[in-house]
């Protein structure tokens, strides 16, 4: 078989990613009782980092999910995918904080954070942790205050706080007054998970909550980065089904004869492609939709309960209508966790000597 030149391989490596650089936020209460809404979130925003609060994980946790790679810190963990370097950050701080240097469309330390409401916290051990985050950078968690800034109804200490560590720090809010927190006992809605960024990083991302809780108290909050990019899921080369001879032929001609000058790089780019084109062929760019193998009727059925069961209770906050989103919540998560198990045995049960490695 005839191989291609590594250097050349590794420049159709990187001119094959598509660029996604979406980032998730969320207050799971419980990373491993979520999981597979967990999944099932990343499944559908394909976020490249996600933060997260009260995972109930310990520490030295190797719990993550596939794709992935996570540091857990106390209460909160950071979750890269793996095709995005990245470089963990130590933070010496009291609070539960996790941080990393991350490569998106630029390189920004992201911080996830989680400030207990009991907790006593001082306006230096905010700006403590920020002094250790690399410019630019991005603090997202649930940081329980009320202000009015972010749509609470009425100040609190800690929100006041908080706005003066905005204030003297020049950062900016994400925010739109959206709630983003529903409280299971009094059935209230309101506004503690909060986005912060420098202002160079403001206008990079589009924040918005997700309208599911996906089985935890805290809704999932999206930034969507706002750098173009043409499509969802561009055509990619099929590097197997390359003619490599005549790609290698197209490179002795058109390259060796180009002149070097300011615009070298700029030609030897557009000369490369138009080569590719020639010689690799190209999927078709329509998106294929993946879902889990366990994701079944059932699932969808519980799930879509428990959305409109939420949605009822926001348009009727009645006690009764509280109660039934809970039941709907549980159940939706039995469900769910369970056709994740059953797929599972029922996929080992199939399994023989006569089951082929590469297929397992």
């Known amino acids: ?135 630019p950078n991005i603090l997202l968690g649930d940081l329980n205050g009320a202000n009015r800034l972010w749509g609470s109804t009425s100040n609190n200490p ?25 409280h299971s006992g009094h059935g209230t809605f309101s506004c503690i998970d909060l986005s912060i960024s420098e202002p160079s990083l403001f206008l990079d991302y589009e924040w918005s909550v997700e309208g599911d809780l996906h089985g935890s108290d805290h809704f999932p909050i999206i930034l969507r980065n706002t750098q173009p990019d043409t499509t969802q899921n561009p055509p990619k080369w099929k590097m197997s089904k390359a003619d490599w001879t005549h790609f290698e032929s197209l490179c002795l001609e058109k390259l060796t004869t180009l002149p070097i000058n300011d615009t070298a790089i700029d030609d030897f780019t557009t000369t490369i492609s138009y080569i590719a084109d ?17 994701f079944n009727d059932g699932c969808k059925e519980a799930i879509a309960k428990r959305k409109r069961d939420l949605r009822h209770f926001k348009h009727e906050p009645t006690s009764n209508n509280l109660d039934t989103f809970k039941i709907s919540r549980a159940k939706a998560r039995r469900t769910v966790r369970q056709a994740r198990k059953n797929s599972w045995r029922d996929y080992v049960s199939r399994l023989n000597h006569r089951t082929s490695p590469k297929s397992v």
């Open 1 to 135: 078989m005839y191989k291609i030149p590594s250097v050349i391989f590794i420049l159709f490596l990187f001119l094959n990613i598509m660029a996604n650089y979406n980032i998730m936020q969320w207050n799971c209460r419980g990373f491993r009782a979520n999981y597979e809404e967990l999944g099932l979130l990343v499944q559908k925003y394909n976020p490249k980092v996600i933060c997260l609060q009260e995972t109930f994980l310990p520490i030295d946790s190797t719990t993550t999910l596939k794709n992935y790679t996570a540091y857990h810190n106390r209460s909160t963990s950071i979750l890269i995918h793996n095709s995005v370097h990245h470089t963990p950050i130590s933070l010496n701080t009291p609070l539960a904080a996790t941080a990393i240097r991350v490569t998106l469309h630029k390189v920004v330390t992201i911080c996830s954070i989680y400030l207990p409401p009991k907790q006593i916290i001082q306006l230096s051990d905010l700006d403590t942790v920020l002094s250790q985050l690399p410019s």
């Open 158 to 182: 800690r929100g006041d706080l908080i706005e003066t560590f905005l204030t003297n720090n020049n950062l900016c809010l994400f925010n739109d007054k959206s709630s983003t927190f529903l």
């Open 278 to 294: 020639q010689c690799i062929p190209k999927t078709s760019g329509k998106s294929i939709a993946r879902r889990n193998p366990w």
